[in-house]
């Protein structure tokens, strides 16, 4: 069961913003949204999370609706290292069974 | 990168053979995590570890063993290598809710 939708791929002109849709219209009031990515074939890195308020930190913002059923990561300022594959997580925690990758959003910044 | 290492970071082995693989932090997390990416998927979570001895199943667990005797290591052992089984597999810690750090992985083939 799928908690999250996000597209297959996006492009993004290099020095843009990056705007990377997800949605998780099934989100319980108890669940965070976490996004990480991961650069070619290695580990995946963790980027942001939030519950409800927009986030941001020094690698990007988090927008989330006010109905909480879909969200944007935004990478303000995209590079050639900003390629890679974008995962959208929805769960109660980041550890055990409900904490699940599914197939993300592979993310082409062009130059 | 966080303290996290795996070994081997590239192991062919044959059918039925079994095949256990390391992962090493020097953080001191409490969180421990083995997944396998295979192409088509996310990340799958196989087992995972909450404390020393304290294990528990993930998606993907048939076929799969974890021990964890010591907080800084949590062994993945295949009993009888499957082709099956080929795979990325990535080790993950964390202390906490949000952040799960990624090793560099071992790819394993079996043939």
């Known amino acids: 069961d799928a908690k999250t939708t996000q597209p297959t791929s996006m492009d993004c002109a290099e020095g843009r913003a990056a705007n990377l849709p997800c949605n998780h219209s099934t989100i319980s009031g108890n669940e965070y949204v976490y996004w990480y990515r991961q650069i070619h074939s290695q580990g995946p890195q963790y980027i942001i999370h939030?519950?409800?308020n927009n986030e941001t930190n020094e690698m990007a913002s988090l927008i989330i609706t006010e109905d909480r059923k879909s969200s944007t990561l935004i990478l303000p300022h995209a590079t050639l290292r900003d390629t890679a594959v974008y995962y959208c997580i929805v769960s109660t925690d980041n550890y055990g069974q409900n904490f699940v990758f599914g197939p993300g959003t592979r993310l082409s910044v062009l130059p | 990168d966080a303290g996290i290492t795996q070994s081997p970071r590239h192991k062919v082995t044959e059918t039925g053979t079994p095949v256990t693989l390391r992962c090493h932090q020097t953080?001191?997390?409490?969180?421990m995590y083995w997944y396998r990416q295979d192409p088509g998927h996310g990340l799958r979570l196989i087992h995972y570890?909450?404390?020393?001895?304290?294990?528990d199943k993930g998606e993907v667990s048939d076929g799969y063993s974890v021990s964890r005797s010591k907080t800084e290591d949590f062994l993945l052992t295949l009993e009888s290598a499957t082709s099956s089984q080929t795979s990325v597999y990535f080790c993950?810690?964390?202390?906490?809710?949000?952040?799960?750090?990624f090793g560099p992985g071992t790819r394993l083939t079996v043939t």
């Open positions: 570890s909450y404390g020393v001895k304290d294990t």
């Open positions: 993950a810690i964390s202390e906490g809710y949000y952040e799960q750090y």
């Open positions: 939030g519950l409800k």
């Open positions: 953080e001191n997390h409490r969180y």
